[in-house]
Nanobody
Framework: QVQLVESGGGLVQAGGSLRLSCAVS????????MGWYRQAPEKQRELVAAISSSGNIAYGDSAKGRFTISRDNFKNMVWLQMNSLRPEDTGVYYC????????????????WGKGTLVTVSS
């Protein structure tokens, strides 16, 4: 079973930064797509950022210019550097992984972590 373990969430003031980390526990699974999604209170889950094993990157509109996604294919890890955080960035951030890559990743991936809470205070 593929497990994704996130870390790095927490409470931060507006304008601050956080770095989220995610590791894929099952070493025989080498994901193509890896990414971060978030769900804010009373809102639908949305793509924050995703990256393929070959380096293709997709950012959600809210992340462009402020967040940076990166990964280590050998370690099966992905990171999300979040700068200039805003209160509207508050939500549960989920790491996700997929065996493939395509336009569907905007809606979701095959495997999910349990999520890590990010709270941005004003």
């Amino acid at each position: 079973q593929v497990q994704l373990v996130e870390s790095g969430g927490g409470l931060v003031q507006a304008g601050g930064s956080l770095r989220l980390s995610c590791a894929v526990s099952r070493s025989i699974f080498s994901p193509n797509g890896m990414g971060w999604y978030r769900q804010a209170p009373e809102k639908q889950r949305e793509l924050v950022a995703a990256i393929s094993s070959s380096g293709n990157i997709a950012y959600g509109d809210s992340a462009k210019g402020r967040f940076t996604i990166s990964r280590d294919n050998f370690k099966n890890m992905v990171w999300l550097q979040m700068n200039s955080l805003r209160p509207e960035d508050t939500g549960v951030y989920y790491c996700a992984a997929d065996g493939s890559w395509g336009p569907w990743i905007e809606r979701g991936m095959d495997y999910w972590g349990k999520g890590t809470l990010v709270t941005v205070s004003s």
